[in-house]
């Protein structure tokens, strides 16, 4: 009991910061930077405990008696918490300058925030899938909120119409797909659907698959993949910044976590089924999102467009699952940890010059120049660009070679190949870029790099890419990148069945 | 005679359905949502659902029906005001033709599907048994979603308070 206690406290620390900061907003006189302090005071402590429990938990049924097993603690749960956690605390950090340029923050905002990141942390924890529908609209509900939280700006509130009607639609094929699901098996844990659909013949669960299939339309919905992708360019573009970054980055973690979780325990007896349509999904999605990165004008827009790309090559691992490829899974978890660090850092950048200058840097063009304005930021800017795009050396690189190596270790040469040609597309629209910020006179005097929490992370992000890329094969007894695999491993040895 | 009421009332709830979407004026469309939130409770009823038919017709019909309802009125909606948007067959085609294969599917698995339920208890549907439900197997979900109306109600204050303003 007690130690339940203890599981279940980084969950209960978040819900206390949430309610704390919503009350605490009514106090007039508290200044932002303040808000933000408490919240990632919360968000660390949670962290920390998670930490220790990650150490220490194997697979646990929290509170069994009350909860049934509904409520599952695993090493698995643990990691993903983890990542939420480190996500939001980095985001927070990374726009502690922007929070204080712009006049429409308050207290709700890290309210908010924190109800967010407590709807995440219930769907890692999920074991059942009406509490995984409702953390999934916890997560979201909220979000749409945060998308319009720039009262300035006709365009964020379109953004967040279009993301609330949008996002409620898909959440409906969700509870409709349950419906079906627990009409057919007369339960809704993931365990008894797994003994269902191990004890039957595929043509006796037409219904449990067509279930399935819709719970899939509302995920592949949330992590915008094609064709379920055409609210993403307009919604991250039109959100604030530190919005856009959470949502592309911690959001996805958060959906991949229940996908994984489905896939790997409950889809295991109808892969035949499935996989052909992942397959079919991820080779759209890539396609699809190289197209509309190559035509975005916006900086904005280019890395919501490839986030799309790269929920593409996630995808691809995830047909490599479904075709038994035992690394798929654990690489699936270390691209989102590579992809986390490259979004964040790149989002980051464009938020301190938001919140720096008076000039809006919204387009290519307005990077003319930009390394002999600000060599530092400019140098950053391009080890994300190169991490995002993949080149040797940085952690994207390594994210992206476990992918395809997945899939080459299913048989699937054809679609690795495919992937490969795709990130090369993606070097057109990430170098165009770079060469934009060197190859061009600037037409500002050189500025000095100013010491803040948001740079001083900006660099340390672009530093750990690099870590990550190049820590793991030359530096031999340095703890590389490749640990952070073996963890993800080890967390999915534990999932049980 | 049970099957009788079922197709009325499924007849009313698909009617106001296909009013939702096709009625060019809202309150009109509002209309629709009403029958469909009224059938949908005798559909509880029939399943000798007793606390679902009162939660609709309370929560249902009462609350959202009515505050829709009075929004529309209050907006002042007119023809002017209105997006110009024409319902263009070609694309109700289009979009029939992508459907049709789902619906298809979904029909064939319903028909296919042999549903077997343990029988019902005799106290099914009540307020007591419901309760009992929640509050023992399905406490869980039942917490969250305080919490999720605690979130929703946080966000949807933070948005009526705000004024847009726009800077041009």
Partial sequence: MIWDLYLVMPLALIFIGALFLMLFSLVQKVELA???????????????????????????????TIFAKMFIVDKLSTLFNILFLSGAILTLLINNNYFKSRDYYNGE???????SIFGMMMLAHTNELITAFISIELASITLYVLVGYNHHSLKSSEAMLKYIILGSLAGVFFILGVALVYGVVGSTYLGDI???????????MTLLIVGMMFMMVTLLFKIGAAPFHSWVVDVYIGSPFPVTMFMATTLKIAIFSILLRLFLVDFAPIYPIISEIIKAVAILTLLIGSLLAISQTQLKGMLAASSIVHVGYMLIALYAISLGSSFAASAIIFYLISYFLSAVGAFGILSFLASDEEKRHLSFDDFKGFAHERPYMAAAMTIFMLSLAGFPSTIGFLGKFYIFMSAIEAGEILLAGFGIMIAFISIYYYFKLIALMYFYPSANPK??????????LIVAMALMIVWGGIGTGLIPFIAGADGLLTIASEALKTIGK | MESIIFFVLAFFLLSGAIMIVFCKESIYSAIGFLMVMVAMAGMFALLHHSFLFLAQILVGVGAVVVLSIMIILSINLKDENQPQ???????????????APIVGLLLY???KADFTFAPIAPNFGTIEAM?????????LPFEIVSILLLGAMVGAIVLSHRRLDVKS
Avoid: R
């Avoid at chain 1, 905002?109 to 109800?115: R, T, W």
């Fill in chain 2, 85 to 99: 948007q024409n319902i263009m067959p070609s694309k109700i085609a289009l979009t029939t033709l992508m459907v």
């Fill in chain 1, 194 to 204: 797994y003994t269902y659909l191990a004890h039957h013949q595929n043509d006796e």
């Fill in chain 1, 34 to 64: 303040n808000y933000n302090l408490v919240t990632v005071a919360f968000l660390t402590l949670s962290l920390i405990i998670e930490l220790i429990i990650f150490q220490n938990v194997e697979h646990d049924y929290l509170f069994e």
């Fill in chain 1, 447 to 456: 500025k000095k790099f100013p010491f803040s929490i948001s740079t001083l």
């Fill in chain 2, 131 to 139: 309760g009992k439900e929640l509050f023992t197997h399905w406490v």
């Fill in chain 1, 109 to 115: 905002f890290f309210a908010l925030l924190l109800f």
């Fill in chain 2, 109 to 111: 698995a319903v028909i």
